[in-house]
């Protein structure tokens, strides 16, 4: 009997130890899987089409691979409802019309060999099978020769239909509703005036890099571009204007390892804002700040601080020196050797400015005794001992202030800019000397003018140098502000129209925010392409030269696009103050200045203009005193 018992208790011991090993032990469930197509190909499309402008990328460079030598770009809301690229290329098959939608499906390499030998501007195969996969595509194509094409309908990758049609040689891709099966990336797309820049700048970099070929580009029925086929100076001054055609210099160099060619652009055409600056490795476009660097330690002092001068330099090289295979995009790109590349640029932009006699002024009225100043390399803003335990309340107190005001004027802008914490500072130390400018405008004490720039008076504690052109820029920005946050512009109607001529780029711009700046002030209406005409001013401006206040508009609204809608009055402003105030040279009457003078410390940030300049500097007694004393 107990050995039964034994036996059973025995067994049911093994039968538990089974039982854990079974469920602790057993082999798990298989989890890795291979992505359904549908998820598979829209995060693939994720990394080659991030917006409109991608895809327009996409289909510009197909049809230059195609050999077309016209090309069509026609667009309807910024890209979000349409793209179409028409060309007259050599066109497809029916198989490869459907072919060529499936991923890495590429009439351009064969072999690995073949990636280390690429001219082409496509070659991976998958910008069409990725915009398949989050549009609406119609592709019409013909071979040259045959008396049939073949129209192809596919929606989010699904091919909808196949048919045989009438169409004219090449091929025609219509894109719509991009993003309609991705809501969460369709949100993330800016507004239209971003996006449709996005293009132009696209369509910009295929069209320099191809001046042989016709380019035209449509936005909403209206013809943007209409590129004729020429050499490269040709089509520089087709994109960005007549005015251009005097401000370029060629470069043309050819070493054993690369040819460099293309033009620059003199120094006096260089902006503040960057958008005119392109490389191309073997008629593809890149991006590289390295090489850019390149071009502007070239340039030496030529170029006045923070200016960008046009350039378009092209590198031809041997494809299998450089490795294109690194990004989607293909705009990003390694050299076998990129130092020896970025010393043969920096080599051909000195050279040819060096050959077109381009070379630094010098001053020579300048004293070399009074540069090597300390206090004219760098002013000191001294306080006086019995402010300095007082120095933490006051950073902290002006800083709020500033903060508040600006907040009401520009948020998250001014805050962006650099050293803002150094201007409030420098606001606190001139609020010290406050007591000084009160003497000077209350006891009439004489200022006077010295290279017609700036302006010297005697304060109680030193000396007040104010720069005449900062100091009115500050005046004029808080009075046009002002005016602009009361809503009181009117316009005043011009006795003659002035007709206003811009580059294809900019007259985009301006079409997409004339409205916000009509209802300023401006009465100004299209005339046909790439033209304006001014009716009529702001009443409240005093508006010289029409031209370059919209193009330094533009420029502004161009180096921040994104918040021009948020910003729109302080943009204004800030334009029309640096267009009219009395610039360097500008002699001025003791009324004048005296004038300039009230006005400039009655603002209420008077130390530092729009652009964040300091207005003036003062030099203490004690500073004075030390440039007399012997060295010891």
Do not use: W
């Not at 502000?481 to 809503?487: F, T």
């Amino acid at each position: 009997m107990d050995a039964a018992i034994n036996f059973y208790q025995n067994r049911q011991k093994f039968s538990i130890s089974i039982n854990f090993l079974l469920v602790n032990f057993a082999p798990m469930a298989d989890i890795i899987h291979l992505l359904p197509d549908t998820i598979a190909n829209q995060i693939a499309a994720g990394e080659v089409i991030q917006r409109p402008a991608s895809a327009v990328k996409e289909l510009l460079e197909n049809a230059v691979d195609a050999k077309a030598t016209e090309i069509k770009l026609i667009v309807k809301e910024a890209g979000k409802s349409l793209m179409q690229v028409i060309d007259n290329g050599s066109g497809m098959s029916y198989t490869d019309a459907r072919m060529c939608f499936e991923k890495h499906a590429t009439s351009k390499i064969r072999t690995v060999d073949d990636l280390f030998a690429i001219r082409t501007m496509g070659f991976r195969g998958e910008a069409l099978a990725s915009i398949a996969a989050i549009a609406q595509v119609e592709m019409k194509t013909k071979l040259d020769g045959e008396e049939l094409g073949t129209r192809i309908l596919i929606e989010g990758f699904e091919v909808k239909s196949q048919e045989h049609c009438q169409a004219p040689q090449g091929t025609s891709v219509s894109i719509k509703n991009l993003f309609y099966n991705v809501p969460a990336r369709r949100n993330f797309l800016k507004s239209n005036t971003v996006e449709l820049k996005h293009i132009i700048d696209e369509f910009e970099r295929v069209a320099l890099a191809h001046p042989d070929i016709f380019f035209s580009m449509h936005h909403n029925g209206v013809e943007i571009f209409h590129l004729k086929p020429g050499n490269l100076r040709q089509r520089i001054v087709q994109l960005f204007g007549n005015q251009y055609n005097e401000k370029l210099v060629p470069i043309e160099e050819q070493t054993s390892v690369t040819n460099i060619s293309g033009f620059i652009g003199k120094p006096e055409s260089a902006k503040k804002t960057k958008g005119e600056q392109f490389f191309f490795v073997n008629n593809r476009y890149i991006r590289s700040a390295y090489l850019q660097h390149a071009i502007l330690t070239a340039y030496d002092e030529l170029l006045p601080d923070d200016t960008y001068p046009l350039f378009v330099v092209f590198i031809d090289i041997d494809p299998a020196k450089v490795d294109i295979n690194v990004h989607p995009t293909k705009q990003e790109i390694k050299f076998e050797d990129e130092r020896i590349i970025y010393t043969f640029i920096q080599a051909a932009i000195k050279h040819a400015l060096s050959q077109y006699s381009i070379t630094p002024t010098l001053d020579f009225d300048q004293d070399p005794t009074f540069a090597n100043l300390p206090a004219f390399i760098r002013p000191q803003l001294q306080q006086p001992s019995e402010f300095k335990t007082m120095q933490s309340k006051l950073n902290e107190d002006v800083a709020v202030e500033e903060k508040k005001r600006f907040q009401t004027i520009a948020p998250d802008h001014f805050f962006a800019e650099k050293n803002i914490h150094e201007k409030f500072v420098t606001q606190q130390k001139f609020e010290m000397y406050k007591e000084d400018v009160d003497e000077i405008i209350d006891n009439e004490i004489v200022a006077f003018q010295i290279h017609n720039q700036y302006i010297i008076t005697q304060i109680k504690s030193g000396l007040l140098i104010i720069d005449q052109q900062a100091a009115h820029e500050r005046i004029l920005f808080e009075r046009y502000l002002k005016r602009l946050h009361e809503k009181k512009s009117h316009t005043q109607q011009q006795l003659f129209p002035k007709t206003l001529h811009i580059s294809s780029q900019d007259a985009a711009l301006l079409n997409e925010i004339l409205n916000e700046i009509n209802n300023l002030g401006f009465d100004i209406q299209p005339f046909g392409k790439d033209t304006f005409v001014v009716h009529g001013i702001p009443g409240e401006f005093e508006i010289l030269n029409e031209q370059q206040v919209i193009e330094e508009l533009l420029e502004q609204c161009k180096a921040d696009i994104s918040g021009l809608r948020m910003r729109k009055h302080e943009t204004i402003a800030k334009s029309f103050a640096r267009s009219n105030a009395v610039g360097a040279g500008k002699k001025l009457s003791q009324k004048e200045i005296k004038l300039l003078i009230d006005e400039l410390f009655a603002c209420a940030t008077p130390y530092v203009s729009p652009h964040g300049n300091l207005t003036c500097v003062t030099f203490s007694l004690e500073d004075l005193a030390k440039q007399f004393q012997k060295n010891n």
